[in-house]
Protein backbone atom coordinates (compact mmCIF):
# COMPACT_ATOMS: atom_id res chain seq x y z
CA UNK A 1 0.00 0.00 0.00
CA UNK A 2 1.23 3.59 -0.86
CA UNK A 3 0.22 6.23 1.48
CA UNK A 4 1.05 9.65 -0.25
CA UNK A 5 0.13 12.97 1.08
CA UNK A 6 -0.50 15.99 -0.95
CA UNK A 7 1.89 18.20 0.79
CA UNK A 8 0.98 21.62 -1.04
CA UNK A 9 -1.85 23.28 -2.83
CA UNK A 10 -1.78 22.25 -6.42
CA UNK A 11 -3.13 24.81 -8.78
CA UNK A 12 -5.63 24.63 -11.61
CA UNK A 13 -2.65 25.86 -13.73
CA UNK A 14 -1.11 22.47 -13.38
CA UNK A 15 -3.83 20.34 -14.14
CA UNK A 16 -6.05 22.56 -17.02
CA UNK A 17 -8.27 20.00 -17.78
CA UNK A 18 -9.75 19.05 -14.78
CA UNK A 19 -10.35 22.98 -13.20
CA UNK A 20 -13.78 24.08 -12.37
CA UNK A 21 -14.19 26.76 -14.78
CA UNK A 22 -13.66 23.75 -17.66
CA UNK A 23 -16.15 21.79 -16.17
CA UNK A 24 -18.96 24.17 -15.42
CA UNK A 25 -18.66 25.85 -19.06
CA UNK A 26 -18.87 22.20 -21.11
CA UNK A 27 -21.26 20.99 -22.74
CA UNK A 28 -20.47 17.67 -23.22
CA UNK A 29 -19.41 14.74 -20.80
CA UNK A 30 -18.11 11.22 -21.05
CA UNK A 31 -20.36 7.94 -20.41
CA UNK A 32 -17.44 5.19 -20.52
CA UNK A 33 -15.91 6.15 -23.77
CA UNK A 34 -18.77 8.07 -25.55
CA UNK A 35 -19.14 12.18 -25.52
CA UNK A 36 -22.83 12.58 -24.06
CA UNK A 37 -24.53 16.01 -23.42
CA UNK A 38 -24.19 16.97 -20.10
CA UNK A 39 -27.69 16.36 -19.44
CA UNK A 40 -28.07 12.87 -20.68
CA UNK A 41 -25.51 11.25 -18.31
CA UNK A 42 -27.10 11.49 -15.19
CA UNK A 43 -30.12 9.49 -17.32
CA UNK A 44 -27.67 6.83 -18.63
CA UNK A 45 -26.50 6.00 -15.83
CA UNK A 46 -29.77 6.10 -13.70
CA UNK A 47 -30.33 3.31 -16.02
CA UNK A 48 -27.18 1.72 -15.73
CA UNK A 49 -27.70 1.26 -12.06
CA UNK A 50 -31.44 0.46 -12.14
CA UNK A 51 -30.48 -2.45 -14.43
CA UNK A 52 -27.92 -3.52 -12.41
CA UNK A 53 -29.32 -3.28 -8.41
CA UNK A 54 -31.00 -6.16 -7.74
CA UNK A 55 -27.41 -7.71 -8.43
CA UNK A 56 -25.00 -5.26 -7.38
CA UNK A 57 -23.73 -6.96 -4.48
CA UNK A 58 -23.12 -10.10 -5.88
CA UNK A 59 -21.46 -8.80 -9.03
CA UNK A 60 -19.34 -6.76 -6.82
CA UNK A 61 -18.08 -10.02 -4.85
CA UNK A 62 -17.07 -11.82 -8.14
CA UNK A 63 -15.59 -8.99 -9.86
CA UNK A 64 -13.56 -8.25 -7.01
CA UNK A 65 -13.31 -11.81 -5.15
CA UNK A 66 -14.91 -10.10 -2.52
CA UNK A 67 -11.86 -7.63 -1.71
CA UNK A 68 -14.65 -4.84 -2.08
CA UNK A 69 -15.88 -6.11 1.44
CA UNK A 70 -11.84 -5.31 2.80
CA UNK A 71 -11.80 -2.38 0.78
CA UNK A 72 -14.89 -0.86 2.65
CA UNK A 73 -13.41 -2.02 5.78
CA UNK A 74 -10.51 0.30 5.52
CA UNK A 75 -12.65 3.05 4.32
CA UNK A 76 -14.84 2.79 7.62
CA UNK A 77 -11.55 2.02 9.58
CA UNK A 78 -10.24 5.52 8.07
CA UNK A 79 -13.37 7.55 9.19
CA UNK A 80 -13.08 6.50 12.72
CA UNK A 81 -16.69 6.75 13.57
CA UNK A 82 -18.30 8.01 17.02
CA UNK A 83 -21.16 7.46 18.89
CA UNK A 84 -23.36 10.84 18.52
CA UNK A 85 -21.96 11.55 14.94
CA UNK A 86 -24.33 12.98 11.91
CA UNK A 87 -22.54 11.56 8.79
CA UNK A 88 -23.35 11.47 5.23
CA UNK A 89 -22.94 8.58 2.84
CA UNK A 90 -23.00 9.44 -0.87
CA UNK A 91 -24.14 6.91 -3.53
CA UNK A 92 -24.12 4.35 -0.56
CA UNK A 93 -27.67 2.94 -1.98
CA UNK A 94 -27.90 -0.17 -1.13
CA UNK A 95 -26.33 0.50 2.73
CA UNK A 96 -22.93 -1.40 2.25
CA UNK A 97 -20.90 1.34 3.40
CA UNK A 98 -23.37 2.82 6.43
CA UNK A 99 -24.04 -0.69 7.68
CA UNK A 100 -20.31 -0.80 8.66
CA UNK A 101 -20.04 2.52 10.37
CA UNK A 102 -22.98 1.56 12.24
CA UNK A 103 -21.23 -1.38 13.56
CA UNK A 104 -18.11 0.14 14.33
CA UNK A 105 -20.34 2.88 16.14
CA UNK A 106 -22.04 0.35 18.58
CA UNK A 107 -18.81 -1.48 18.82
CA UNK A 108 -17.75 1.89 20.00
CA UNK A 109 -20.66 2.08 22.61
CA UNK A 110 -20.34 -1.14 23.49
CA UNK A 111 -16.49 -0.88 24.49
CA UNK A 112 -16.23 2.77 26.23
CA UNK A 113 -19.60 4.20 26.48
CA UNK A 114 -21.39 1.43 29.01
CA UNK A 115 -22.31 4.17 30.84
CA UNK A 116 -24.72 6.14 28.84
CA UNK A 117 -27.79 4.94 27.83
CA UNK A 118 -28.06 3.39 24.90
CA UNK A 119 -31.15 4.66 23.52
CA UNK A 120 -29.65 8.07 24.32
CA UNK A 121 -26.87 7.63 21.79
CA UNK A 122 -29.16 6.15 18.90
CA UNK A 123 -31.18 8.55 18.76
CA UNK A 124 -28.23 10.81 18.26
CA UNK A 125 -26.48 9.10 15.89
CA UNK A 126 -27.60 9.70 12.27
CA UNK A 127 -26.17 8.17 9.14
CA UNK A 128 -27.58 9.59 6.22
CA UNK A 129 -27.55 7.25 3.11
CA UNK A 130 -28.08 9.49 -0.40
CA UNK A 131 -28.71 7.68 -3.66
CA UNK A 132 -29.80 9.17 -6.35
CA UNK A 133 -31.49 5.95 -7.31
CA UNK A 134 -34.85 4.80 -5.62
CA UNK A 135 -34.00 1.04 -6.84
CA UNK A 136 -30.54 0.88 -5.04
CA UNK A 137 -32.21 2.34 -2.14
CA UNK A 138 -34.93 -0.34 -1.95
CA UNK A 139 -32.13 -3.15 -2.09
CA UNK A 140 -30.84 -0.79 1.03
CA UNK A 141 -34.04 -0.71 2.69
CA UNK A 142 -34.62 -4.30 1.94
CA UNK A 143 -31.18 -5.41 3.40
CA UNK A 144 -31.12 -3.56 6.59
CA UNK A 145 -34.58 -5.60 7.42
CA UNK A 146 -32.93 -8.30 6.91
CA UNK A 147 -30.49 -7.61 8.93
CA UNK A 148 -32.71 -6.65 11.66
CA UNK A 149 -32.56 -2.75 11.23
CA UNK A 150 -35.89 -2.18 9.54
CA UNK A 151 -36.45 0.27 12.36
CA UNK A 152 -33.26 1.28 12.80
CA UNK A 153 -33.70 5.38 14.07
CA UNK A 154 -29.72 6.08 12.99
CA UNK A 155 -30.13 5.25 9.20
CA UNK A 156 -31.77 7.49 7.20
CA UNK A 157 -32.36 6.73 3.54
CA UNK A 158 -32.38 9.70 1.07
CA UNK A 159 -33.02 9.92 -2.58
CA UNK A 160 -30.79 13.07 -3.65
CA UNK A 161 -28.23 14.41 -6.08
CA UNK A 162 -24.81 14.39 -4.75
CA UNK A 163 -24.11 17.28 -6.78
CA UNK A 164 -27.29 19.17 -5.38
CA UNK A 165 -27.33 17.76 -1.49
CA UNK A 166 -30.29 18.74 0.19
CA UNK A 167 -28.47 19.08 3.48
CA UNK A 168 -27.60 22.95 5.43
CA UNK A 169 -24.04 23.92 5.67
CA UNK A 170 -21.92 22.88 8.41
CA UNK A 171 -23.79 19.88 9.36
CA UNK A 172 -22.12 17.12 9.08
CA UNK A 173 -19.41 15.13 10.79
CA UNK A 174 -18.23 13.24 7.97
CA UNK A 175 -19.08 12.17 4.57
CA UNK A 176 -18.15 8.96 2.57
CA UNK A 177 -18.71 8.22 -0.91
CA UNK A 178 -17.87 5.07 -2.24
CA UNK A 179 -17.50 3.64 -5.98
CA UNK A 180 -19.59 6.63 -6.97
CA UNK A 181 -17.81 9.72 -7.98
CA UNK A 182 -16.76 8.38 -11.00
CA UNK A 183 -20.47 8.06 -12.64
CA UNK A 184 -21.01 11.87 -11.76
CA UNK A 185 -21.89 14.46 -14.26
CA UNK A 186 -19.70 17.13 -12.52
CA UNK A 187 -17.02 15.46 -10.08
CA UNK A 188 -16.14 19.15 -8.64
CA UNK A 189 -19.79 20.07 -8.06
CA UNK A 190 -19.86 16.72 -5.74
CA UNK A 191 -16.54 17.97 -4.17
CA UNK A 192 -17.53 21.89 -3.29
CA UNK A 193 -21.49 20.28 -2.10
CA UNK A 194 -19.23 17.55 0.16
CA UNK A 195 -17.13 20.62 1.56
CA UNK A 196 -19.98 22.74 2.20
CA UNK A 197 -22.13 20.26 3.97
CA UNK A 198 -19.41 19.27 6.03
CA UNK A 199 -18.40 21.05 9.45
CA UNK A 200 -15.09 22.31 10.76
CA UNK A 201 -12.59 19.38 11.54
CA UNK A 202 -15.01 17.51 9.29
CA UNK A 203 -13.85 14.58 6.99
CA UNK A 204 -13.92 13.89 3.47
CA UNK A 205 -13.23 10.12 2.16
CA UNK A 206 -13.62 8.80 -0.98
CA UNK A 207 -13.22 4.95 -1.98
CA UNK A 208 -13.07 4.57 -5.99
CA UNK A 209 -11.86 2.21 -8.87
CA UNK A 210 -8.30 3.76 -9.97
CA UNK A 211 -5.64 3.84 -12.03
CA UNK A 212 -2.68 0.82 -12.05
CA UNK A 213 1.10 2.24 -13.22
CA UNK A 214 2.57 -1.01 -12.95
CA UNK A 215 3.05 -2.22 -16.46
CA UNK A 216 2.45 -5.65 -16.24
CA UNK A 217 -0.15 -5.59 -13.86
CA UNK A 218 -1.34 -2.91 -15.60
CA UNK A 219 -2.03 -5.21 -18.76
CA UNK A 220 -3.45 -8.13 -16.90
CA UNK A 221 -5.57 -6.04 -14.91
CA UNK A 222 -7.15 -4.28 -18.19
CA UNK A 223 -7.52 -7.76 -20.20
CA UNK A 224 -9.49 -8.80 -17.18
CA UNK A 225 -11.72 -5.14 -16.81
CA UNK A 226 -12.72 -5.50 -20.81
CA UNK A 227 -12.70 -8.89 -21.42
CA UNK A 228 -13.86 -10.68 -18.50
CA UNK A 229 -15.80 -8.65 -16.32
CA UNK A 230 -18.50 -7.54 -18.77
CA UNK A 231 -18.46 -11.13 -20.02
CA UNK A 232 -19.63 -11.68 -16.18
CA UNK A 233 -22.11 -8.95 -16.42
CA UNK A 234 -23.63 -10.94 -18.83
CA UNK A 235 -23.58 -14.04 -17.88
CA UNK A 236 -24.55 -13.37 -14.48
CA UNK A 237 -27.59 -10.36 -14.96
CA UNK A 238 -27.65 -10.97 -18.93
CA UNK A 239 -26.45 -7.35 -18.97
CA UNK A 240 -22.68 -6.77 -20.81
CA UNK A 241 -23.65 -3.15 -21.68
CA UNK A 242 -24.05 -2.01 -17.72
CA UNK A 243 -20.27 -3.56 -16.96
CA UNK A 244 -18.82 -2.37 -20.02
CA UNK A 245 -19.43 1.35 -18.92
CA UNK A 246 -18.64 0.72 -15.89
CA UNK A 247 -15.10 -0.65 -16.54
CA UNK A 248 -14.79 2.51 -19.37
CA UNK A 249 -16.03 4.82 -16.58
CA UNK A 250 -12.77 3.46 -14.62
CA UNK A 251 -10.29 4.68 -17.54
CA UNK A 252 -12.16 7.75 -17.70
CA UNK A 253 -11.75 8.97 -14.12
CA UNK A 254 -8.53 11.14 -12.88
CA UNK A 255 -5.67 10.00 -12.13
CA UNK A 256 -4.95 9.61 -8.18
CA UNK A 257 -2.75 12.73 -8.25
CA UNK A 258 -5.18 14.31 -10.42
CA UNK A 259 -8.16 13.75 -8.31
CA UNK A 260 -6.16 14.73 -5.07
CA UNK A 261 -5.63 18.46 -6.32
CA UNK A 262 -9.29 18.67 -7.17
CA UNK A 263 -10.08 17.88 -3.45
CA UNK A 264 -7.83 20.88 -2.61
CA UNK A 265 -9.37 22.97 -4.52
CA UNK A 266 -12.76 22.16 -3.44
CA UNK A 267 -11.13 23.21 -0.11
CA UNK A 268 -9.86 20.73 1.60
CA UNK A 269 -6.58 20.26 3.55
CA UNK A 270 -4.30 17.77 4.59
CA UNK A 271 -5.28 16.29 1.58
CA UNK A 272 -3.81 12.19 0.91
CA UNK A 273 -4.75 9.12 -0.80
CA UNK A 274 -3.93 5.20 -0.36
CA UNK A 275 -3.44 2.84 -3.14
CA UNK A 276 -4.68 -0.74 -1.99
CA UNK A 277 -3.99 -3.66 -4.42
CA UNK A 278 -1.00 -1.52 -5.96
CA UNK A 279 -3.92 1.00 -7.28
CA UNK A 280 -6.78 -1.02 -8.35
CA UNK A 281 -8.56 1.54 -6.17
CA UNK A 282 -7.42 4.38 -4.04
CA UNK A 283 -8.62 5.98 -0.74
CA UNK A 284 -8.51 9.92 -0.77
CA UNK A 285 -9.40 11.89 1.68
CA UNK A 286 -9.68 15.28 3.51
CA UNK A 287 -10.65 17.45 6.08
CA UNK A 288 -12.50 20.81 6.16
CA UNK A 289 -10.46 23.01 8.65
Not at 210 to 231: N, W
Not at 245 to 263: N, T
Amino acid sequence: MALRLVARRIGSKLFPMFSSANHLHSHATSFGFKEVPEEEKSRLVGNVFSNVASNYDLMNDLMSAGLHRLWKDRLVSELNPFPGMKHLDVAGGTGDVAFRILERINDVKRRAMQDVREDDLQEQTQIYVCDINSQMLNVGKKRAIERGLGEESSLIWVEGDAEALRFQDNSMDGYTIAFGIRNVTHIEKVLDEAYRVLRRGGRFLCLELSHVEAPIFKELYDYYSFSVIPAVGELVVGDRESYQYLVESIRRFPSQEKFASMIIEAGFEKVEYENLVGGVVAIHSGLKL
